[in-house]
């Protein structure tokens, strides 16, 4: 909205970089500001957490801290995206659409765990078909309606641009992209601070991958694909940034308030939505590499019970493993965020290793 208001008065306002920078700062101070309120909120009606019978120990004096915080993630990445983005690209959007949906789904499963009192939630099957439905949705209309935006799929560490078209699949694998995103973020958010810091890691790193493949010297230079209009995206991840940092504030240990489904869900489904946008599909899978690992270790403990009746780890996902080899929480917190920015390094990386 004040990209379209300011833009035409000073052109200050028509570059990226700078709406980028208004859009993380009004993020982080509105989830600064409307922090305590909506803690207040949520401690007054009661939502309050539910800790698992079978989780560590430690982890239930965590019982009834406030959740779905994740509404004020929400709320503060989706006002500075709506005044500093261009909302007439599609993939601006697409990338709210998906966040909000996404939002929405997890919000029907906090509410179910938390006020209806039915620890199962929403059941997997329906909550899996919706998340696809939606990114079907998506894709089906980004592929029709854009022109600029084609079905190749492109490959990190190449030392020339090298895609694959895949066709009419290519809704299909984005779907598994951002879905796996959604739900991998969905399971590393365990303990205090350990989902949120990692997620505007990320989100930092893939403004600059939307910012460069948005430009038609800086992608042909680096040999990236060049997405017309696609830049505007790294807005987003400006305000994915800010919010992060800001919900930190009160999410860090000892957590005042959990993000919950909503915020786990949106966040991961608007990560991979831009990774898709901006054809770093594969590269989501290095700088997201904390998340690959957590969904992994989920994958890989289910997998070994039903075929052998054996655990790998002690427990799974894979923080609450080293949480019952006796690290203390804030050291499994910290060692985390250490690797989820290293993961992050090595993907700006395969910027110049081709």
């Known amino acids: 909205m004040l990209f379209f208001l300011l833009g035409p008065v000073h052109r200050l306002f028509g570059y990226i970089t700078v709406r980028i920078g208004l859009a993380a700062s009004m ?41 779905m915080g994740g509404i004020l993630i929400i709320a503060s990445i989706l006002l500075p995206s709506l005044l500093w983005a261009n909302l007439k690209v599609p993939y601006v959007q697409m ?31 329906v909550k899996f078909v919706l998340e696809v439905a939606v990114v079907l949705a998506v894709m089906i209309y980004i592929v029709l309606f854009d022109t600029g935006y084609t079905t190749h799929v492109s490959f990190p560490f190449w030392k020339r641009y090298t895609a694959v078209d895949l066709g009419w699949a290519y809704p299909l694998f984005a779907a598994a992209v951002i879905v796996g995103a959604s739900n991998a973020v969905n399971l590393t958010d365990g303990l205090d601070g350990l989902a949120i810091f990692p997620t505007a890691v990320c989100a930092g790193t893939y403004m600059l991958f939307a910012y460069i493949v948005g430009r038609a010297d800086w992608s042909a230079y680096l040999f990236l694909p060049h997405i017309r209009n696609v830049g505007e995206v790294s807005v987003i991840c400006g305000a994915m940034v800010g919010a992060g940092l800001g919900f930190l504030w009160f999410n860090a240990y000892p957590a005042q308030v959990f993000m919950g489904d909503v915020g786990s869900l949106s966040l991961g489904g608007a990560l991979g939505a831009v990774a898709v946008f901006t054809k770093q599909e594969f590269t989501l899978l290095i700088a997201g590499g904390l998340f690959v690992m957590e969904a992994a270790s989920v994958i890989l403990q289910v997998a070994s019970f039903k075929l052998s009746g054996r655990r790998i780890f002690k427990m799974a996902p894979i923080h609450h493993h080293f949480e019952k080899m006796g690290w203390a929480e804030p050291k499994v917190i910290v060692r985390f965020w250490i690797l989820s920015f290293l993961f992050a390094m ?8 081709r």
């Open 27 to 67: 993020a982080f101070l509105l989830a600064l500001l409307l922090g305590p309120a909506t803690i207040r909120w949520l401690q007054k009606r009661q939502i309050g957490q539910v800790i698992r019978d079978d989780g560590p120990e430690t982890h239930f004096v965590k019982e009834g801290t406030p959740t």
């Open 346 to 353: 090595l993907a700006l990386g395969t910027l110049k290793v």
């Open 95 to 125: 990338v709210i659409v998906i966040m909000v949906i996404f939002g929405a789904i997890g919000l029907w499963d906090d509410l179910l765990k938390v006020i209806w009192k039915n620890p199962r939630g929403v059941r997997g099957p």
